[in-house]
């Protein structure tokens, strides 16, 4: 087993109705201390401490689509 049953975390939250959620949707800094999530069914962008398993923030004015940038 590649990922132990320990180092996996759940975070509650809703995604928008009929999405495919993907690993494109999610960010982790470089620290690994936080994870940013897109997709939300308020169209909004969420912060969460990894370590905490907590939502930081929540942000909402978020709308519309942006191109894809390639880092």
């Known amino acids: ?3 132990h049953y320990r180092t996996r975390k759940r975070f509650s939250t809703q995604f928008a109705p009929g999405l ?3 690993p494109n ?4 800094t470089h ?3 936080l994870m940013i999530s897109g997709g ?3 169209n909004s ?3 969460y401490h990894v370590g905490k398993n ?3 923030a929540h942000i909402c004015r978020h709308i519309g ?4 940038t390639q880092w």
């Open 1 to 3: 087993m590649s990922h």
């Open 20 to 22: 495919n959620v993907t």
């Open 25 to 28: 949707m999610f960010v982790v």
């Open 31 to 33: 620290d690994c201390k």
């Open 40 to 42: 939300h069914w308020d």
């Open 45 to 47: 962008l969420q912060v």
């Open 54 to 56: 907590k939502r930081l």
């Open 65 to 68: 689509e942006y191109p894809q």
